[in-house]
């Protein structure tokens, strides 16, 4: 709805507020009671990128001040007031380029959603989704392949100053005691923070060795997730994914009778494969929090259960039925081979 200058999008959790120039001033995390952006708010913002050297390849290292906020002529419409899902459209023209981002609130969800449509048109311009939250922390944690890794907030010593851009793969989160947020994205992988601001860069325009490169259409997907606790409580792994991966309706019915079942630790599944040679499944999974604890595997229809490496060469003794616990250390990848019961 609007107030006044003002589109509002909310719902029993949050409260998004967006001024007339696309800009998200305010997003209220209903359920804590708090404020989660800076004066800042969310926004984008274009920044020259003229590295020393491998233009493809590399990030300039001081973007320093001269980043242009997006803030030109735009229009903010409303595309959605149902009960279930709330949508706000800004599309500008900025430069040669055409940005649309859409920000959703659904019902029952922790997130502000963004789907950002881009029709990029600049050459050596890094445009960057820069978010400032209200939250004062040391250092963020960025995912990492079946893990996580602390990352600093501040450019105090070279080794930090190196760290002006970051990969992450599907989130990126900073936290203080008790509470957080998370930046989900499904498909960008170069991330910033610098003090209370979260960037994630979304398009360049290298000009070598494609001096067409980033040219033409991206569409990104993207989240604020704020959270109670830090990202270990909030199970911001467990976002993550689900923004990659979102379930899908199946056209009939799914017979799951007879399906293996984990419980106990809380682990995220990797893949469920059949085996190289063809004996069996493999199932794999990973500890995702830096935790350790025991995961119950019950083993349903399958007779017997034999833990394996990445390979899937046998490490360990072959466990039967109908319920294995299984220790499993901090981030920890840990594979089974599954074989039916013989009859």
Not at 199 to 228: C, E, F, I, K, N
Not at 253 to 267: E, F, H, Q
Not at 273 to 284: F, M, N, T, Y
Request: aromatic share 6%.
């Amino acid at each position: 709805r609007t107030e006044g200058d003002r589109v509002v999008l909310e719902h029993a959790g949050l409260r998004a507020e967006f001024s007339p120039d696309g800009t998200l001033t305010r997003l209220l995390d209903r359920g804590a009671g708090r404020e989660v952006l800076g004066p800042a708010g969310h926004r984008l913002v274009a920044y020259p990128d003229l590295p020393y050297a491998w233009d493809a390849w590399d990030v300039a290292r001081d973007l320093g001040p001269d980043g242009e906020p997006l803030l030109g002529p735009c229009t903010v419409q409303l595309t959605a007031t149902g009960p279930l899902r709330g949508g706000v459209r800004v599309t500008r023209q900025w430069r040669d380029s055409v940005v649309t981002q859409e920000f959703t609130l659904d019902a029952g969800q922790p997130q502000l959603d963004v789907t950002l449509h881009l029709d990029w048109q600049e050459r050596h311009t890094l445009l960057r989704a820069e978010t400032q939250v209200n939250v004062h922390a040391h250092e963020a944690w960025a995912e990492t392949a079946m893990g996580a890794q602390p990352r600093p907030t501040h450019r105090n010593m070279p080794a930090d100053a190196a760290q002006f851009e970051v990969s992450a793969h599907r989130w990126l989160d900073l936290s203080e005691p008790g509470y957080g947020v998370s930046l989900l994205n499904d498909g960008r992988y170069g991330h910033s923070v610098l003090g209370d601001t979260l960037a994630l860069s979304l398009a360049r325009g290298p000009m070598w060795p494609d001096p067409r490169a980033d040219l033409g259409q991206h569409t990104v997907r993207y989240a604020l997730y704020p959270h109670g606790g830090d990202w270990r409580a909030a199970h911001t792994p467990r976002a993550g994914f689900e923004l990659n991966s979102p379930l899908l309706a199946h056209p009939g019915t799914l017979d799951l009778r007879g399906a293996s079942a984990l419980s106990g630790l809380d682990v995220m599944l990797s893949s469920l494969k059949p085996a190289q040679d063809g004996q069996g499944v493999i199932l794999r999974v990973y500890e995702a929090r830096g935790q350790r604890g025991t995961l119950r595997i019950d083993l349903g229809a399958a007779g017997t259960l034999e833990p394996v490496n990445l390979l899937e060469d046998p490490t360990g003794p072959v466990h039967g039925g109908p319920v294995c616990e299984v220790p499993v250390r901090p981030f920890e990848i840990l594979s089974v081979r599954l074989r039916p019961a013989v009859p």
